[in-house]
C-alpha cells in the first residue's frame, strides 16, 4: 500500500511540501535538521504505521534550515532501509528547494524492525516498543481501521470550509483553505488518498456526517438522582468530533456545581470536579472510540454523586488490563494524530496518567475506569459542593468587578461580529476561550438590548450590529 501521497502530481511540488511543513509534525510527517544513520527508526516507525514523509532541513520548531542531497546520502538512505527487517523499499528521495523529502510507504509485511528495535510513531513522536506493545499493536495487520476505509458515498464537495478553518485555527495552522486546495489539503492529513474520501475525514469535516456515519453521535445526559429513571436536561450532538468535545464540555459545566472565591477585586469559580480531567475523558472516549461498533453512541452522563463518560470499544486487541495505563495503543491512529494537532492529546498517550494526577492535585477522589466491550471513565462529585455557593458578603467592588467583566465580554463579542458577521457561536467561544453556553447567553442580553440581531436563518444567515 502506498504512503499518504499529496494528490496532483506524481512527484511533490514545492508549494505542496511547504504545506507540510506548515502543518507541522504528525503521525505521516517527521522533520530532520539534518541527516545522520539513525533514520533507520524514523523509516520503520512510518512502514509500521500510515507511511508518510521524512523532511530532512527542518528543525523541530518548524524552521526551514536546509539540507543537501548527495549521491551518497541517497545511496544510504536506500541501503539502511533495505537492511531493516522485512526490507523496505523507498520508491522516492527528493531534493526540493532547500530540503530532502523521503517518501517512506506503508509496510503490508509489519511489523518492520532495524538494528536498534521496534519503532512506531505516536502522534509526532517515533517511540521504541517493547516486545509485549509489538504483539499487541501488529496482532491483525491485516486488517483495515474504520477510520482509514474509504467512503465511496463522500466526496470533497461534501467536506466543510468551516469546519476545516476550525482545524486550522485550533491548531494554529497559518494556511488559507479553498475548494482549490482542499484536496492536497486533506492529503496531506491523511484521510484523501486515491482521490478518495476516508472515513476519517467524514468524522471530522463532513458537512452532515449523520448521511456518512449516523451513529457517530455524543449523547449527553443529566439525572436527578444517582440512576436514570429522571432526565432533566439532554443533548445529542450529532456533529464533526471536534464540534462534540466543545458542546459536550459546556454541558457538563452548566451541571457542574461552583464555588466562587474573591480573591482581591477579582472572583474565581472553582468547579466541583476539575474541567481539565473532564476534557481529558471526553477526548480520551472519542479518540478510542471504535466507530465500526453500530448502534451506539459515546455517552456523558452526570448524576447526582458521579460524572461518567462512556464510549464503545474496551481495550484494543491483546492489550492486557494489567498494562493499562502504562502502554498507549490507539485505536484510531489518523484522529489522534488531528487531535494532537489540535492540542488535544498529548504526544505520548499520557491521558490516564494525566486524568489521575489532576484529581490528586485537587485532593479529589481519583477516576475510576471500567472496560467491557465500553470503556467506562467515572469521576465522583465532591459531596461539599451539593449547592452551588457564592460567598454573600463579596462586597461592592467585587460585585463591580464582575458587571466589568461581563460587559467586556458583550464588547469582544460585538468586535468579533463587526469583523465576521457569519461568525458561529462556536467560533466565538474558541476564539475568547469562554464556553458555548456563556456566548450564547452573552449574545442573547445583545439581542434583548436591541444591540444585535440575526438577519436570515441558523445556517447561512449572519448577524447585525445595531448602532
Known sequence: MRAPRLEGSESMKSDELNLLVAEGEGLTVEFKEKYTPKIDRDIVALANGRGGFIILGVDDGGKVRGEKLTNRMKAEILSLARNCEPPIT??????????????????????????????????????KMIHKEVRSMFRATADKLFEDLPRKDCGLADISINKIKAFLTESGTAFKITRNNIAPFLASLGVYKGGKINNAAALMFARNIGKFIPHAELICCAFKGANKNFIYDRKDIRSDLLTQLN????????QLNIRSEIHGLDRHDIYELPPDALREAVVNAIVHRDYSFQGTSINVDVYDDRVEIVNPGGLPEGLDRRDFGKISVRRNLIIADIFHRMGKVERIGSGISRMQNIMKATKLEPPKFEMTNFFRAIFYRNPEYSLKHIPAKVGKNAEKSKEKSKEKSKEKIIGLIAGNPRITTREIANSLNLSIAGVEKAMRILRQQGQLKRVGPDKGGHWEIIE
Open 247 to 254: 458542546e459536550a464540555m459546556a454541558f457538563i459545566q452548566r
Open 90 to 127: 523507498i520508491p522516492k528521495v527528493s531534493q526540493i528547494g532547500k530540503m530532502v523529502v523521503i517518501e517512506v510507504p506503508e509496510g503490508d509485511e509489519r511489523p518492520y524492525g532495524c538494528s536498534s528495535g521496534y519503532f512506531r510513531r505516536l502522534d509526532a513522536v517515533t517511540q
